[in-house]
DNA sequence: CGCGTAATTGAAAAGTATCAACACTGGTGG
DNA sequence: CCACCAGTGTTGATACTTTTCAATTACGCG
């Protein structure tokens, strides 16, 4: 649930010490700062150095549906920058939190010239593809206590980690029903 | 709904055409055809010269959740190959269809040693991604109604083209529910 | 015509949201 | 030290939404 990518955050760190430029930059958050706020420009890719970060899409009924939690070596604000247009989702901060930025024109050129961020930047698409395809079937195919189970056994310290608001936004229901889904599953010892 | 991507079956097209080796060809299918099968293994990735396909996920339960219709120039296929494994989803034809097939191997060299192809296929994930997002947030936050109707707003045809069951199947909900909704927006003069 | 697949409908049961009230917690300032 | 407040978490009653199950009809095709 909360996913990692050490092998990015450890390239993109390589960078950041011997850099020449300053096209990357480092960047530290408390807890519940708006980093990316949806419907406004970006210009910049994010990776996560350590924390954790929520990102979610705001509707027009005022409820919030978090995409995911991203954990360190997760990059954020690729997307928009590839299409060049607003965000189409915000990004706040749950831990303190440290990332590392990176302007749009050195993305690209980063893209271009270095094989091995290419690459890496590939398979990190590719992950949340997939990611979000297993994720969205199995939401929609199961009801809302076999979606807590799943999500606990994948992040044991869920309840200690992120907000009851947070994980009913993630689960896309309402706080009511996630404590009823709580409570029903210790009473049958299942939690 | 169902995207295409003009530029990059252009672009596969061309490949095929000059090609002076086999890493590319071509392959027809009547309707109702299964190219990839949830769980096998695949070394190919898929590009839809013409016609539309279903990809969906099967759940122990026995229900498909379809996440996508592929429509000209959608690829497939490129995350299991990324990924070097078991396909997580099936994808079968609708209608007749025409599709490129790329080995996995011809694949990663074209990454490598074509930047204009290495871009195309960056922003066909990164569009993936963005969809996935959004269709995901839409769907959790509304009711069935307003799920249909934004469906047959963005593809008019939807009743024509797509069965029941698979409208059903992307909706993520039971065909019973599905015609539940049609009844009720005719009756209300809303479709 | 007969068969299999797809589509339709009703009634009951299950699942989830809504609304509203109340409890707990850790500050803050008097 | 206490009163108050805001944010977070908890609970019950009720209404609404969706599924389940089962029966029936429509359609295309050999």
Redesign the pocket.
């Known amino acids: 649930m909360i996913r990692i990518n050490k092998e990015l955050v450890d390239f993109v760190a390589r960078l950041y010490r011997v850099k020449t430029d300053d096209f990357i930059s480092e960047q530290a958050f408390g807890p519940?700062k708006v980093i990316i706020e949806q419907g406004t420009k970006s210009r910049f890719a994010y990776i996560i150095k350590s924390g954790i970060a929520k990102c979610y899409l705001s509707n027009e009924?005022g409820t919030d549906f978090i995409q995911e939690f991203f954990g360190e070596g997760e990059i954020f604000g690729e997307v928009e920058i590839f299409n060049n247009e607003e965000s189409f989702c915000s990004v706040e901060t749950i831990t303190d939190l440290v990332l590392y930025k990176i302007r749009a024109q050195s993305f690209f050129r980063l893209l271009e010239e270095n094989p091995k961020f290419n690459s890496l930047i590939l398979k990190a698409l590719v992950t949340k593809v997939k990611y979000k395809a297993v994720r969205h079937a199995f939401n929609q195919s199961?009801?809302?206590?076999t979606n807590l189970l799943r999500l606990v056994e994948q992040f044991p310290e869920l309840f200690e980690t992120i907000?009851?608001?947070d994980i009913a936004g993630y689960l896309?229901?309402?706080?009511?029903?996630?404590?009823?889904?709580?409570?029903s599953l210790k009473d049958r010892r299942r939690l």
């Open positions: 519940k009924n199961n009801r809302i206590e907000p009851k608001q896309g229901i309402t706080e009511r029903s996630l404590n009823r889904a709580i409570k």
